[in-house]
């Protein structure tokens, strides 16, 4: 079975420098991996996805993440972190065999200070 | 186009009761998601409801129980309450590109 893990619940950041939100994933094959983002009080947003047709996904906001199949991650990056950046942080996959459930880790609240 | 939309926002209920949460699909989706969300545990996958049948189902107890429409709007039901069910409840639909879900904003149920 497919699981994602987000290897670090809380990340501060300093506005301005860059962002690493880290997320690993077990499975035997090819996923379809993605990133979400919820700010306070509102609903999840899809930032970014991945589906095989290249490893380095660009999402919005200027997020992007690259997929590594040897280390088995699919970090989320961004060169320079703004204030309006602050939020959870989700990474979910969906299994490619029969029952193609959709799974997410537990969150990363990114803090970004001024 | 109106987004997802759960009714009601806020809910308070006792321990033992039951209650159910509503959930309108964007328009044309069919794919119906719930989860469970709660400090410290994340999105917990409550069960997926496509063309009004369960597609998948995550591992909740049988008092988690959901249906959908012929209009794919979705009702989730959870009975004989416990003090851990409360949590904000996220349902979400997609169209063709299922691992693109619109999220609602959620139902935050408090359990007394």
């Known amino acids: 079975a497919q699981s994602v893990t987000q290897l670090d619940s809380h990340v501060s950041v300093s506005e301005g420098t860059p962002v690493l939100l880290r997320c690993n994933y077990s499975?035997?094959?090819?996923?379809?991996l993605f990133w979400y983002v919820q700010h306070p009080n509102k609903g999840l947003q899809l930032l970014l996805k991945?589906?095989?047709?290249?490893?380095l996904v660009k999402g919005i906001n200027g997020f992007e993440a690259e997929f590594k199949k040897s280390e088995t991650s699919f970090h989320l990056t961004k060169p320079s972190a703004h204030m309006s950046d602050a939020a959870e942080y989700f990474c979910?996959?969906?299994?490619?065999?029969?029952?193609?459930?959709?799974?997410f880790g537990s969150g990363t609240q990114l803090t970004v200070l001024p | 186009k109106a987004g997802v939309t759960q009714t009601p926002r806020y809910l308070i209920k006792t321990r033992g009761q039951q209650v159910t949460l509503s959930c309108s699909p964007i328009?044309?989706?069919?794919?119906v998601s719930w989860y469970q969300q709660t400090p410290g545990q994340g999105l917990q996958f409550l069960f997926e409801?496509?063309?009004?049948?369960?597609?998948n189902k995550g591992n909740f107890p049988g008092r988690f129980s959901g249906r959908q429409f012929s209009n794919s709007r979705s009702e989730m039901n959870v009975s004989t309450l416990e003090l851990g069910d409360s949590a904000l409840y996220l349902c979400?639909?997609?169209?063709?590109?299922?691992?693109?879900?619109?999220f609602g904003s959620g139902t935050q149920l408090s359990v007394l």
């Open positions: 979400a639909s997609s169209g063709t590109e299922r691992e693109k879900l619109f």
């Open positions: 499975s035997s094959y090819s996923p379809s």
């Open positions: 991945y589906t095989s047709a290249a490893t």
């Open positions: 979910g996959g969906i299994s490619s065999g029969s029952a193609r459930q959709l799974t």
């Open positions: 328009s044309g989706h069919r794919s």
């Open positions: 409801y496509f063309s009004e049948t369960q597609r």
